[in-house]
């Protein structure tokens, strides 16, 4: 996906939700912890967030994160090379957004960490929990000081009110799918504005 593209879209997302909730950016900064003059930019396109910010902003509208990637968000049918997609570590970690609606408590991800990624996830709040499946390869996970190591097939789901670490230290690529649950609460707060 176009650099620019992507700019934008988050931009124009980021737009929309503000408006919508009658928000000024002095008020969106105050919930989300993210500079006014960052928001700004990000609202024009000028500039493309990271995902830690992107994040930030997410949680703060308490909207699935993916819903600033996505074209139109009433799509039903992504093929592979239309899905919406941000890397980070170096072009390390890839993360897919297969799909995430607003309104709907789930976002679905095809992650792709190359040999050598380590991927560090911050806490979040209480209420979301992370279900995880490897594909393919090995994945280290640590979540919140505990370690595990899950190969294809083996599955995991956790809370994600604690920092999560993701590592692949194999030579293969690892490939997995993550699904990211809201609880209700967070549900009301997004569909009640």
């Not at 995880?132 to 979540?143: A, D, M, N, P, R």
């Not at 190591?149 to 920092?163: E, N, Y």
Request: a negative charge.
């Amino acid at each position: 996906m176009d650099k620019n593209f992507l700019s934008s879209q988050i931009g124009q997302q980021l737009r929309f939700y503000r408006q919508q909730r009658q928000l000024s950016l002095d008020e969106l900064s105050e919930i989300t912890g993210v500079s006014k003059p960052m928001l700004g930019q990000i609202e024009r396109g000028a500039s493309n967030p990271t995902v830690a910010v992107l994040w930030k902003i997410a949680s703060g509208l308490q909207v699935p994160l993916a819903s600033f990637l996505m074209k139109n968000p009433s799509i039903k049918l992504i093929r592979e090379d239309e899905q919406p997609f941000f890397k980070e570590d170096h072009d390390l970690f890839e993360a897919y957004t297969n799909f995430a609606l607003p309104g709907i408590p789930l976002e679905n991800y095809r992650i792709r960490m190359q040999p050598g990624c380590l991927h560090q996830s911050e806490a979040t709040s209480i209420g979301v929990t992370k279900m995880i499946t490897v594909y393919s390869g090995v994945l280290s996970i640590e979540i919140g000081g505990e370690k595990h190591t899950l190969q294809k097939g083996d599955a995991i789901s956790f809370s994600t009110d604690v920092q999560q670490t993701y590592q692949n230290s194999y030579e293969d690529i690892c490939e997995f799918h993550m699904t990211i649950h809201y609880s209700s609460p967070y549900m009301n707060a997004q569909t009640s504005c």
